[in-house]
């Protein structure tokens, strides 16, 4: 059993090194293999190298800052169309999410999960500098790289809390 659930850490600094093709593709293929409601897999993608536009998004909001810093950034979208379920796309996108980061782990890199919905002016922001239609909503930004810091991401942690469980009646 691996226990990159227990090493994951949030990585803010990365090296310049580029994340190859096909980690990025084990990356999506990752988050596409998440639970959806219904099976409905609202989710989108939107891959970026581009430093400017990195930049750009960085400023979407004040805590985005790493996306400026990594070499790659994926928005994680959802397309609302059609959806069996769409009050449930926000859950069905952060189990794409985590699933990301933990195959992240796998292949070597550092992520930073930054939220962005469900604040509809930081999705237009995002929308606007992505190019991205009105109907489909940005969910967050992963940063993505090749860590330098040297984090806790080799390390187990620990943060069971035994008072926040509750067996058979709260
Ligand atoms: C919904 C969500 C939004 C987050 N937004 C940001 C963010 O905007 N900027 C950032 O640097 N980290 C962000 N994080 C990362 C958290 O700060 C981080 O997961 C938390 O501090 C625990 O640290 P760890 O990821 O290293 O375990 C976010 C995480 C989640 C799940």
Redesign the pocket.
């Known amino acids: 059993m691996s226990d990159h659930i227990e090493t994951?850490?949030?990585i803010?600094h990365f090296s310049k090194k580029m994340v190859e093709k096909e980690k990025v593709m084990k990356l999506l293929k990752a988050a596409m293999q998440a639970p959806s409601a219904g099976n409905q897999r609202p989710w989108e993608f939107l891959v970026i190298e581009d430093e400017d536009k990195r930049r750009e998004l960085a400023g979407a909001?004040p805590?985005?800052g790493?996306t400026a810093r990594a070499p790659l950034a994926i928005v994680m979208l959802a397309n609302e169309e059609d959806l069996k379920y769409p009050e449930y796309w926000q859950q069905d996108l952060a189990a794409a999410t985590e699933n990301l980061l933990l195959r992240a782990v796998d292949l070597g890199l550092g992520t930073?999960?930054?939220?962005v919905g469900p604040e509809e002016s930081v999705m237009n922001y995002i929308r606007k500098v992505c190019n991205i239609p009105a109907s489909i909503k940005p969910f967050?930004i992963i940063a993505c790289g090749y860590p330098v810091e040297d984090k806790?991401q080799n390390r187990l942690l620990d943060r069971y809390m035994e008072e926040r469980v509750h067996f058979e009646s709260y």
């Open positions: 994951r850490r949030s803010r909001t805590h985005a790493p930073v999960w930054m939220g967050a806790e």
